[in-house]
């Protein structure tokens, strides 16, 4: 009986030790930040900008893909009012490290440390606009990857130039 016993005290403090490491794994090693840069006349570039915390420098996140039965690849999408619209696709400002992933049995595109994703819009308003960049993720180290998470980025895109403002 006190085998038994002394067990069950092993195994619960096991499973709590499991758990505890468990929950600590579960904290997203990247932070993500926006920011928009001008290029020319009324062509901006949307910056999400995701910056991997110092201790933790052996995670990383998918490129831009795509991949057939692999990694969810990392995305950006912008919402946008109909005075800006896209001008092209989005991007990586960040060169991605090509190697095979044996997780997925396939070559994968990774970036670690800091990633910049890029999006070009046209402005045609008079006023500034206020956007929404939406950044989707999978986070990986060599063992485990976290499920996909979203982050939202509030911007706001300057008026377009020479637009007149009527009153």
Known sequence: MKNSKNFLIIILFSLFTTISATAQMIDQPIKWSGKIVHIEKNIYEVQAIGVFDSDKQNWHIYDLGPYTDGPNPTSLSLRLPSSVRLDGKVYLLTKAKKLFDAMFNMEIGICEGKVIIAQRVEVSAKDS???????????????????????????????????????
């Open 129 to 167: 606009t206020n956007i929404t960049a939406l950044i989707e993720w999978m986070t990986c180290d060599d063992g485990t990857c976290l499920p996909p998470t979203e982050k939202e980025i509030k911007l706001k895109l300057p008026p377009a130039i020479d637009v007149v403002k009527t009153k």
